[in-house]
């Protein structure tokens, strides 16, 4: 399974330079946050594959106008041709305006998903808007991660989580880090391409099946 994961840069190969050859062999897109529900109902239409997206911060409008043609992973469980996809979007919340939350309101979440994902057969797949505390976060409260994504990752044991929120161009930003548990971590500001081997998928179909608390 070849996913295109994006956040928070809009990118012209993606918009007014849509380049076909980079999106062959995508079997699913997932938004990790903070882009404009028009540049994800472009990509959805033109790429012709599953969207899944998680709000980001700056993603309030999507209260009124969500991104047609994608579907919200934000606090579900979704089964992808067997591949297990679990969604926490927004950031700390560093002002009223934003999509966030409070670190103990982020860790009852937490702690809500981790049953579910326990109770009906794990999670592969982790999207986050806000990365984890001390796992490509910033020292300054808006870019702050979460201590409780942390402890989510340690009970679920995802193969992979992508989230968006701290730019590259921040400074040296690494795309992709290691937990300790096993978790590969990766930055999809921008873009970024991860290829999930299908042998590893059980029952790889691309159909839906959707779990939420």
């Known amino acids: 399974m070849r996913i ?5 840069v809009e990118e012209g190969w993606l918009y007014d330079r849509w380049d076909a050859e980079r999106i062959a062999g995508v079997d699913l897109i997932v938004s990790c946050g903070d882009l404009p529900a028009v540049y994800l109902e472009h990509i959805v239409t033109l790429a012709n594959v599953p969207l899944l997206y998680v709000q980001g911060n700056h993603d309030s409008p999507y209260d009124r106008h969500a991104p047609e043609g994608c579907t919200s992973v934000d ?8 591949l297990r996809v679990m969604g926490l979007g927004g950031s700390i ?4 305006q934003v999509h966030g939350y409070t670190e103990p309101e982020m860790r009852r979440l937490c702690s809500r998903m981790a049953l579910l994902a326990n109770a009906t057969g794990g999670v ?6 806000a990365p984890l505390r001390g796992y490509g976060d910033l020292e300054d409260l808006p870019h702050r991660g979460f201590e409780s994504l942390g402890t989510l990752v340690e009970r679920v044991r995802p193969r992979y989580l992508l989230h968006g929120h701290v730019h590259l161009q921040y400074g040296r930003i690494a795309r992709v880090r290691e937990h300790p548990c096993g978790t590969t971590i990766i930055n999809a500001c921008g873009s970024y391409v991860l290829d999930i081997p299908d042998e590893t998928i059980p029952a790889h179909n691309g159909l839906f099946r959707v779990e939420s608390v």
């Not at 295109?4 to 928070?8: E, G, H, P, S």
């Not at 606090?75 to 067997?82: A, E, N, Q, S």
């Not at 592969?124 to 808007?129: E, G, S």
Request: no cysteine; net charge negative.
């Open 93 to 96: 919340r560093y002002n009223d």
């Open 4 to 8: 295109l994961a994006i956040a928070d």
């Open 124 to 129: 592969d797949l982790v999207v986050t808007h």
């Open 75 to 82: 606090g579900r469980i979704l089964d992808f041709g067997g």
